[in-house]
């Protein structure tokens, strides 16, 4: 029997025409596999898991198998899934998002379009990895990085596991040193918010901050190990639920104080 020929689904969240994705795509259409891009149609970063449900959404084709959508990383997984059309009555077997202009380590991966836009196949039982980069986006460094995301994407297709994986990369500036499994780390940021004036005199603000200050160095963790100059690749939950404090929510049911 011919062994089917597995589809993979590519986003993000810097837009369609990022170098990042283009690499990325590039990459794995080299494979023997059916490559789609669904991607924003503009930058989507620190946009998460944000789904457009209260307006259209259009999608314009840039290719046979090319769109692009004017909604958020998720939402291009979402139609993906969805619309028969644009993946030609297919599923995915695998997503792949990125590759990101800047890292997703520790808490950024909760704000992180890229990382979600991988997130939404993982929901819906696909393997996923999100991949993203830490030096200057450069056509060379990003190619090399896809190249990296290809060997993954292909081990990850044929290594067997438990219902939906997801996984996410982060490469440091060329040359890194290898790649290591890694838990999430702890990353911290100069978080502000700026309060102005309009040139009306209605007042506004500004929120983020001038961005990262700093890794903290916890063995094992990605930042840790990304600071190192070692690409980390960190597995993440798709399930949320926390069971290990379900005793601890029943005593706090038993305390609450009656009405």
Not at 19 to 32: F, K, P, T, W
Not at 233 to 255: F, K, M, Q, S
């Amino acid at each position: 029997m011919t062994q089917k020929r597995p589809t993979i689904l590519v986003s993000n969240d810097d837009g369609i025409d990022a170098q990042g994705i283009r690499s990325l795509s590039a990459a794995l259409r080299e494979l023997d596999a059916d490559v789609f891009v669904v991607a924003p149609t503009h930058e989507q970063s620190a946009m998460s898991h944000a789904l457009s449900l209260h307006r259209p959404l259009r999608v314009r084709e840039r290719s046979e198998r090319d769109f692009a959508i004017d909604g958020t990383p998720a939402d291009c997984v979402y139609v993906a899934t969805h619309h028969s059309r644009i993946l030609q009555g297919a599923f995915p077997d695998l997503v792949v998002s990125g590759v990101n202009h800047g890292p997703n380590l520790g808490k950024d991966v909760a704000y992180s379009g890229t990382v979600a836009a991988a997130r939404e196949g993982a929901i819906r039982g696909v393997r996923a990895l999100a991949v993203s980069y830490g030096g200057t986006p450069t056509k060379a460094a990003m190619d090399e990085v896809a190249s990296l995301a290809k060997r993954i994407a292909i081990t990850l297709l044929e290594t067997s596991s438990d219902g939906a994986t997801l996984l996410n990369l982060n490469v440091p500036a060329l040359p890194y040193k290898g790649v290591r499994k890694a838990l999430l780390g702890v990353r911290r940021y100069d978080e502000t918010v700026v309060e102005r004036d309009d040139p009306r005199g209605r007042p506004y603000v500004w929120i983020g901050g001038p961005g990262p200050v700093e890794n903290q160095l916890i063995p094992e963790t990605d930042a840790a190990e990304f600071e190192k100059g070692f690409a980390t690749l960190t597995p993440l939950r798709v399930d949320t639920g926390a069971a290990e404090h379900l005793d601890w929510t029943g005593t706090l049911l038993n305390n609450l104080k009656q009405p």
